[in-house]
């Protein structure tokens, strides 16, 4: 049988420099041959090839004449560099051929369980960038809530760890820690990841970017080192400190979490099962064997009652077994922010200020930051059970977490002081009285207007924690910006907004 002659498929490649982040588009004219001939119309999943590379595309068409003729296409510049396009090549176009993975998507929408062959297919076709947005969508909200049972989240966090690769630190035992989220500031993890190193345990940190906060911890160390590792420079780092602060993303370990992750944060949703198999699939990919989990709970944080955390703390200690991870879960306060600071670079200067033994530290970040390391120190053997924290905090008093704090940044490229935004408004009281409540999440919001985390310096100084006495015209927070758009952006969103921080009047 002949091969089919695809040259009336072929167009030659015009580059219009468009960024759709993850998602790989293809433009073409409407009344180009290629449509016309195909029967291709707008956001049909399009085959595009260049040898022997091949994307799925989703076709957007152009009507104007000025930037592509009949004979041309185009692609978002995500797709170009993956196939290792120029312009001027010439890429053949075909359809798509039906994918199973969304007929297991449409069954979990419509209420069915999904077995390992399934999520292995939905996972492979994420990753291999086969799905749009819109079906990552379909997919991420058939998910929600509780429509995942523990077995399907087992199957999913197991197709999540096969479709990348695991490290291997040839050691028995590789501890890690991770926070549920939910709380601004709260960044723990630098402190933990100091301490248990200078204890002499292998701790190699891989974090996430914000995904609907104002940042995460990747957003917070980049502001002080370099976090985008390879997986070659981590190990050189690891085995020279014991352990690391690199973002996740630059190491693939859980490539379709890091898709999946884009779309959630557009989306601004959490799924329960998603999130579980987010965590625990890059805790193992990383090579890890021992995580302390820390599930803050409060009204405004992502786990709202003690009730729904540890229903949450049993399904992801039985998923870690699945999997083979020892996980131990401690429940801690999430009633309001820990630290001052609400942003990159506001976070990690409260992460020095602990470090160095400053006086105006944040207690609450450094008792939590001590709980947690002292939790792993107890599991590696490096504090006898429940004197974990005080030998935490010695590390921390003698000044051997700073120490290895700045040697892990020197390993990763260098460490820098975090620097400090340009424009400033306080937010003062209106009364008299004592803070009563927070809101977590508008606090959170106010931070983002303002330009967390794409903008480093930008975010909230937090001056009135729980139970603060304040008088009428005391600064309750700072908003800080890096331009003057974004703080009159935080401004108007504050002026639509009450009580953000309760007071009861005195």
């Known amino acids: 049988m002949e091969a089919k002659d695809t040259r009336h498929n072929v167009l030659k490649l015009v580059r ?28 049909n999943r399009i085959k595009v090839s260049k040898g022997n ?48 993975s969304m007929s297991d998507v449409r ?17 492979g076709d994420i990753v291999n960038r086969n799905l749009s947005n819109i079906q990552l969508s379909a997919f991420l909200a058939s998910s929600t809530g509780n429509a995942l049972n523990q077995e399907e989240v087992i199957a999913l966090t197991r197709s999540m760890i096969n479709v990348g690769f695991k490290l291997d630190w040839g ?27 200078a204890a002499g345990l292998t701790i190699p940190k891989t974090s996430s970017r914000a995904i609907t906060s104002p940042a995460g911890t990747a957003d917070t ?65 990383a090579g890890s064997t021992d995580v302390v989990i820390d599930i803050p709970v409060g009204p405004t944080a992502k786990v ?35 630290g001052r600071g609400i942003g990159p670079a506001l976070e990690a200067r409260d992460v ?19 709980l947690l390391a002292g939790r792993l120190l107890e599991m590696g053997g490096k504090a006898a059970e429940g004197a974990g924290a005080l030998e935490a905090l010695r590390i921390l008093k003698s000044g051997e977490g700073y120490k290895k704090f700045t040697a892990i940044c020197q390993a990763q490229g260098f460490f820098r002081e975090p620097e400090v935004a340009p424009h400033k408004h306080k937010i003062k009281s209106i009364t008299t009285g004592v803070v009563s409540e927070i809101d ?35 600064t309750l927070f700072e908003i800080h910006a890096e331009s003057r758009g974004e703080l009159e952006y935080a401004l108007s969103y504050l002026d639509t907004q009450k009580e953000i921080i309760k007071i009861k009047e005195t």
């Open 352 to 370: 020095l200020s602990v470090l160095r033994n400053e006086d105006h530290a944040p207690d609450d970040l450094r008792e939590r930051a001590v």
């Open 304 to 338: 709202r009652s003690r009730e729904a955390a540890e229903h949450l703390s049993e399904k992801m200690v039985a998923v870690g077994k699945a999997i083979g991870l020892n996980i131990d879960i401690i429940l801690t306060d999430g009633s309001q922010p820990v």
């Open 16 to 43: 219009l420099g468009i960024d759709a982040r993850n998602e790989y588009m293809v433009f073409m004219r409407k009344n180009c041959p290629v449509c016309v001939s195909e029967g291709f119309e707008a956001l």
């Open 107 to 123: 069954k979990k929408i419509y209420g069915h369980r999904l077995n390992q062959i399934a999520f292995d297919r939905i996972i």
């Open 53 to 100: 590379k091949t994307i799925v595309a989703s076709l957007i068409v152009w009507d104007n004449e000025e930037h592509l003729t009949h004979d041309q296409l185009s692609l978002s510049e995500a797709a170009i560099d993956s196939l290792g396009a120029n312009a001027g090549d010439e890429l053949t176009l075909s359809h798509l051929d039906a994918l199973d």
């Open 221 to 285: 160390m980049e502001v002080v080192t370099n976090v985008n590792l390879t997986t070659e420079q981590m190990k050189k780092v690891v085995e020279l400190e014991g352990g690391c602060l690199a973002w996740g993303g630059s190491v693939q370990l859980s490539p379709a979490d890091d898709i999946l992750i884009r779309v959630e944060k557009a989306l601004d949703i959490d799924s329960e099962g998603q999130m579980i198999a987010s965590v625990l699939s890059k805790k193992a990919a």
């Open 171 to 197: 050691k028995d035992k590789v501890y890690d820690k991770h926070c549920i989220g939910g709380l601004p500031g709260n960044r723990t993890t630098p402190l933990v990841v100091s301490i248990v190193a």
């Open 440 to 474: 977590n999440r508008r606090l959170a919001k106010v931070a983002k207007l303002a330009g967390a985390p794409g903008a480093m310096t930008a975010g909230i100084l937090l001056l009135t924690p729980l139970n603060t006495q304040v008088e009428e015209n005391d």
